[in-house]
Structure formats: C-alpha cells, structure tokens
C-alpha cells in the first residue's frame, strides 16, 4: 500500500494533495456555511483565462493569481447587498469568462490536449517548484484565514448582528472570496480548473454528516481530503497498472471523495433523525 | 447537393432551435433563479452523455437518465433542512464532472472527444441532431404553454400556490425534466459548460427590458437566436470555437443591456421596516 | 449625556423616507418601547440608530456621536428567525461573539472573557445550556442566547428588535426580568414590539409610530385610545377597563 508513493511522483503527487487538504478543510467549512457553493464554482471557472493567458505567456501562476484576485473583486461586488439577479449574474459571468478561456486556447494547435489539461489538471506531473508554490500558498491562506475567522464566523452566522457590531460586512466577503481564489490556484495545476470546486465543497459538506462542531469539522474535512487523495492515487495507479485502465488521478480523487459524502448520509440520518422538510 | 448538406447551413439551423429552446426555458431559469442548478445540471449531465456514446446509445437518452437522476438527487437531498441544498448541488456537480471525466479517459482518444462534449462542436451537427432538436423544441414549447399558469404562480407565490391546492412538487419535477431536456439537447451545439450562458443570459438580459412574462419570453428567444448567429459567424470568421463565441455574445447582449436599461427612469424601491 | 438624542429624524432607504418626524432623547437607564403596525418603520429606526440606515433629515446623536461613529457600540438583538437554525455553532461560541470587537482578530479569548460570557449566559438563565448548539433550542431560549451576546458586550446602549415575537411565556418573563436588571445598572434600552401589554409593563418611555412618530411620552401618556387610534387608522377597539386593543393582524 505505500509502495507505489515511493516513485518520486506518486509521492510529490500525495504530497501535493496533503498541502490542498490542510487549507481545503478549513476553507470549505466557510465555503460550506456561507452557501458559497455557487460563488467557488463561479471562482474556479473564472480563474480559466488567466491560467491559458498565464501559460501563453510562460507564466501560468502569475496569470492565474491575476485573474483570481479580479475575480474575486468583481464577484463581490456583484453579490453585495444581496442584489436580486446576482444568481444569473453570477452565472452568466463565470461562463463568459470560461469561453474567453476556451476561446483563446481554441486558437492554439494543440487546442484539445492543452483544454483537458486545464480542465482537469496534471497530478502526477507535479514538480517540486509547483509544490513549493502551493506550499507558499497554503501559508498565506492559513494566515489569511487565521486573522479573519472570528469576523467571518459572526458574519456567516448573523450577518445583521456582525454589522451592528461595527463589522464591515463587504470587506469581510471580499476577504473570504479573496481566500477561495487563492485556494484555486494553489489547486488548479493538480487537480485542473473544474474538480477544484470538489475540494472547496464536499470536505465539510461530509464532514457536516459527522458534527455540530466546526472545529472537528475542521479536522475532518481535513483527514477526508488526505484519505481520499491517497486512496484516489492508490487506485488510479493500480487501475493503470494492473488493469489497463487509464484512470485520471486528479478524477479519482474527487470520487473518493463523493463516495465518502454518500457513505456518511445515513449517519447524518441516524444521527439527527429523518429528514424534515423545510 | 441539397442545402443540407453544408455543414454551415446545418450548424445555422441547429443554432436556430437551440436558440430558441434555451430562450424559452431560460426565462423560468432566471425568474426563479436556478441558475446554479442548471449549471448543475450541465455539469452532471455529461458523464451521461459520455457513457451514452461509450455504450453506443443514443446521448439524448444517456443524458436525459443522467440528468434525471440528479435532478431527483437534488430534491431529495436539499429537502433536508437549508444549510444542505447548496451544498448537495455542488456535490452533484463535482461528482457529475469527475464521473465523466473518468469515463472519457477510459476511451482512447482521450482529449478530442472531451472538449467536444464540453464545448461543443457546432460544426459536426447532423441531420439526425437537428430533427431531434426541433422535436425537443416543438416538445418543449407546448409542455411550457400548457403550464405557464401555474409556473407562473409557483414562481411568484410559492407559499400561496401551495396552499391554493396547486401541486407545487409536481411542477418543480416538470420544469427541472423541462430544463434538464433543453440541456441535453442543447449539448451537441455549445457544450454542457456553455449552455449555461445561452440559457441563463438571454433571458437575464430580457428580465431588464421588460418586467412581463409574454414580453420576455419573445425578447428572450430573439436575445438567444442572435447571439447563436452572431457567435457562429464570429466562430467561422475568425476561427476560434464556436459555443464560446456563441457564449460570449449572449453575454455582450446581457452587458450592453445593463446600463441601457438604467437610462430609464425606475420606479422607487418599496419601502421596507 | 443621554444615550439617544433624535431631533426631527427622518430615516429610510435610497433617499426614500420610511419613517419621519421622530423627536426622541433617551437617558442612561431608561427603556424606551417602539410601538407600531407592522411595517411601520420600527425595524429602520433601530437600523438608524446602529448607523445601518441613513438618517436623511434631522439630527441623530447615538452615545454622544453620529450614529456611523457610534457603530459598533451599540449592542444588538436581531430577531430570531432571521438566523440559520441548522448552523453549527454552540452557544457558548454565539455569546462569545459579542466580546469579538474588544478581543481584536488575533489575541485568544482570555480568562476575563470566558468569564464574561459566562455571566451573561448565567444571567439568561442557560448556563447548563453552554455546550448545546445553537439551532437545538427553543425559540425562546435562542432569543435569550442572543440578548447574553448582546450583554457579553457589555453595551451602554441595547437595541431589541421584536425580542418576544415566536418566544415561549416563561423566556418572555425571563428576558423581561433581564432587561429590568440591565437597566438598573444604567443600559439605556431601546426595543420595538406590537405588544402593548408588554409596553405598559416594561417602559419608561412609548413611542408610538407608523410612517412618522404619533406621539412620545409615558406609556400613560402615549397608549391612549385616540394616540392609538390615529396612529393604527382606526384597527383598534375600544375596551371596558380603559384600555384599548388592537384588532390589526
């Protein structure tokens, strides 16, 4: 079972997915109590153009901050003040971003083969410098969110109550949309413009099933990024090797990771009782 | 030679009727805000379609169950209290993308075929798609007249349609299996990832020109026939792809109409305690 | 120096005034009751006076400064149901949130504010409620969590906005006995509510509104049949005992 991670690039693959998972648990219990669900997908996708500009240019990370910080500005100001459309607008703007993305890489020779890469990440091509970056990564996003939890707990659970407590409720936002974009781009060469939502998404999701308490869910959410990561690359490589099966890691990672959601929906159930309807 | 036989003239045909049908069904989308779960629904529809075509059936139909079976896993998981439906559309959506994902690399060919059901391919659109969209849209147009009334009043009054008698869970299954056929069908001309747009920001951009369902719904579908016009020519003349130049013209209407729309005087906002 | 000092007020929302005419001043220690029909601007005046609604007209003095410069210093009560029962967050975890501003963003809870917290929830009478979460509470016991955050913060100033709308009977009593207590040690109060038995128990001053202020006073000054009357548009009927019940829904 550890065998395989002693390839060098099985093991930068795992070490790769065990920096995503320290800052993935705690920002997508954030992600998961704000319902920015919508917003992160929005982030990913329209972080899409700033990565194939990034990597015309020769400098993938610089074009994907860019364009996460941009984004992450722009979104808030879209959301603030809770504006009647800002669900269509949302929408409309992700995908607009994503085709200035798909356009321009239509223009290049070898449009498929460099789309998929994009879309979907190269884990197993991790190199130490990538590692190195998302490391730097991780450290700013902890401090980041270190510095911003208590505010943005009180601003996720009362909003009103946070505002009257001299809180300045659209800095606050910014702050965290700025945190999740920069979670996608530690994640977007790895695991690829499209399953990084995955990663900001289900860990708390499932670690919700499991507790009330949002320090374990930190914890959880955590633990699960990590299993799932070794698990997902365990079985993309015996898949490949003992099946012929070409299974993508970064796609076998998030299976393990909705299979595990799945498996804890009873245990919520057993826990609080039947589902109500609301 | 007929005039079928072009692959332009097909690809126009074929941006007609999606243009259409995503117009049509866009304006239920937006009016009740559904946005994120199309995109949902995009999203989980491809590993549907991917196995479709893997197993050799039709996509519609690989991609109609798909579909069906998130839009029903979507009820059933966001009928738990709140804090769980966003959260479980984002599940869905990952999990939908992941699937496929897989499934495609299972195939040789990997890379080609994948960008084409996520971008789409206009430009390969058969005879075979095109009758299939039209009867889509024929399907569609009636299924949405006949149930205008009380969608309209669902949307409007959720609580009050309930309580006036109205099936309010049996109209939320028609408009999800409405919007979950427009996007497979649509699938072939933009891709699961733009249909979004096409669906999403015609009518956005109708909802600011006019404030009436009947308006909207007609400057809606001309919103979104434009745009798939537009976007194909800009596609052919430059030679950049086609679904995104379709998507960023949609998008052009909907930023354009904005601060045209603001011009006009509105109405002060009501009061609130 | 009083708490509150409003003097021809109008406050509202894209300059589009919701509530005008208001004439107030509120001391240290005093309960001021906000009275009106739905709707009737009692939720904007309290966001006014948290610097939460623009003021368009006259002058408001909130603890000696502009109501945007007082903010902050307030403390607040929202109204229950406008908070996400499934969230998971203790109470305890709720009421500390009302040290949050003089903890900062980095220094760890100390010693004074855990204890802090943990009068408050005395006060309230939950303390053995403290590891619960939040959302498993009753309606009641929620509100009362939330006026020990506002208290944990240790305000001159507490605004109330509908504290005993969905509230259990023996929480009412208990919130009530709170308040009296908080203004005895000279918490000026300020909270809105469309109960006017309640109003006659609890305060010092009435203010009746409904898009603009009828009539301030005390409660026997202010809850008369005709204030009443004018103030509601006639919903109201007229009671053998003297006093005067409101027949709007």
Redesign the interface.
């Given at each position: 079972m550890i065998e395989p991670f002693t390839l060098p690039f099985m093991a930068r693959a795992l070490a790769e997915i065990v920096l995503l998972a320290l800052i993935c648990g705690p920002v997508s219990v954030f992600v998961f109590a704000r319902r920015l669900s919508f917003t992160s997908d929005a982030l990913t996708h329209t972080v899409f153009p700033g990565v194939v500009i990034g990597f015309m240019a020769g400098q993938l990370f610089a074009g994907a901050l860019v364009a996460a910080i941009v984004t992450a500005v722009a979104l808030t100001l879209l959301t603030a003040g809770g504006r009647v459309s800002d669900d269509a607008a949302t929408a409309v703007l992700l995908t607009a971003m994503f085709s200035i993305g798909v356009v321009l890489v239509s223009r290049r020779s070898s449009y498929t083969s460099d789309l998929t890469s994009f879309l979907f990440g190269r884990l197993l091509t991790v190199t130490p410098r990538q590692i190195a970056e998302t490391a730097v990564l991780a450290v700013v996003v902890l401090i980041a969110l270190a510095i911003g939890a208590r505010a943005l707990l009180f601003r996720t659970f009362d909003p009103a109550g946070a505002q009257a407590a001299g809180y300045r409720v659209f800095w606050l936002d910014l702050w965290l949309n700025l945190i999740v974009a920069l979670v996608v781009v530690a994640a977007v060469r790895a695991v690829g413009t499209i399953l990084v939502v995955a990663l900001l998404i289900i860990p708390a999701a499932a670690a919700r099933m499991v507790s009330d308490r949002l320090a374990v869910m930190v914890v959880t959410g955590t633990v699960l990024v990590v299993a799932a990561g070794y698990t997902g690359l365990l079985a993309s490589w015996t898949a490949s090797l003992h099946y012929g099966v070409a299974l993508t890691s970064a796609s076998a990672v998030v299976l393990v990771l909705v299979a595990v959601y799945l498996v804890l929906i009873p245990v919520r159930i057993l826990r609080t009782g039947p589902a109500r309807r609301t | 030679m007929s005039w079928w036989d072009d692959a332009l003239h097909r690809a126009t045909a074929e941006v007609i009727l999606a243009g259409c049908l995503a117009g049509l069904v866009g304006v239920h989308?937006?009016l009740r805000?559904l946005?994120?779960l199309?995109?949902a629904l995009t999203h989980a529809t491809f590993p549907g379609v991917v196995a479709a075509s893997i197993i050799g059936v039709n996509i519609l139909l690989g991609g109609i169950v798909a579909g069906g079976v998130v839009a029903l896993g979507v009820a059933a998981l966001s009928?738990?209290?709140?804090?769980?439906a966003?959260?479980?559309?984002?599940?869905l959506?990952?999990?939908g993308?992941?699937?496929g994902?897989?499934l495609v690399?299972?195939q040789s060919g990997?890379?080609?075929d994948?960008?084409s059901f996520?971008?789409g391919s206009i430009l390969t659109v058969g005879p075979q798609d095109l009758l299939t969209t039209a009867v889509v849209l024929v399907v569609v147009a009636a299924v949405l007249l006949v149930s205008a009334r009380p969608l309209q009043l669902i949307g409007f009054d959720r609580a009050g349609a309930e309580a006036a008698g109205v099936p309010v869970g049996r109209w939320d299954i028609v408009l999800l299996l409405t919007l979950e056929v427009v996007v497979v069908t649509m699938v072939p001309a933009v891709g699961t990832?733009?249909a979004?747009?096409l669906i999403?920001?015609p009518?956005?951009a109708a909802?600011l020109w006019s404030g009436r369902v009947v308006p909207m719904t007609v400057l809606s579908v001309v919103f979104a026939v434009g745009s798939g016009l537009a976007g194909l020519w800009i596609s052919s003349r430059w030679?950049?792809?086609a679904?995104?130049?379709i998507?960023?013209v949609?998008?052009a209407i909907?930023a354009v109409s904005w601060p045209a729309t603001r011009i006009r005087p509105r109405p002060?906002?009501p009061?609130?305690? | 120096m009083p708490a509150l000092r409003y003097a021809g007020v109008s406050v509202g929302y894209d300059r589009t005034p919701v509530l005008t005419h208001v004439d107030l001043e509120l001391d240290p220690g005093q309960r001021l009751i906000l009275v009106g029909p739905n709707g009737a601007g009692k939720s904007t005046l309290i966001k006014s006076v948290l610097g939460l609604a623009p003021v368009l007209a006259g002058e408001a003095t909130v603890l000696g400064e502009s109501p945007a410069a007082a903010r902050g210093r307030a403390g607040y009560v929202p109204q229950i149901d406008t908070l996400d029962a499934d969230f998971p967050v203790s109470v305890r975890q709720v009421v500390m949130m009302g040290r949050y501003r003089s903890i900062g963003w980095w220094r760890p809870a100390r010693a004074a504010d855990r204890r802090a917290v943990a009068d408050a929830l005395e006060l309230v009478g939950l303390a053995d409620r403290a590891g619960h979460r939040f959302g498993t509470l009753s309606g009641g016991q929620r509100q009362r969590v939330l006026l020990a955050r506002a208290i944990a913060a240790e305000p001159r100033l507490l605004l109330l906005d509908e504290p005993f709308n969905g509230v259990d009977a023996v929480s009412q009593e208990a919130i009530i006995a709170v308040l009296r207590e908080l203004a005895a040690g000279g918490t000026a109060l300020v909270l809105s509510t469309h109960d006017l038995t309640v109003a006659r128990e609890l305060a010092d001053l009435v203010c009746l509104i409904n898009g603009r202020q009828w009539a301030v006073g005390t409660p026997g000054e202010t809850l008369t049949a005709g204030k009443l009357r004018s103030a509601y548009g006639g919903h109201t009927v007229d009671l053998p005992d003297g006093h005067t019940m409101l027949v709007e829904p």
């Open positions: - | 989308v937006v805000r946005s994120f199309t995109m009928r738990r209290r709140g804090q769980d966003s959260a479980a559309t984002g599940v959506l990952s999990a993308f992941a699937l994902a897989a690399a299972t990997f890379s080609r994948l960008s996520l971008v990832i733009l979004v747009s999403v920001a009518a956005a909802r030679n950049v792809a679904g995104a130049s998507s960023l949609a998008t909907l002060a906002r009061a609130t305690t | -």
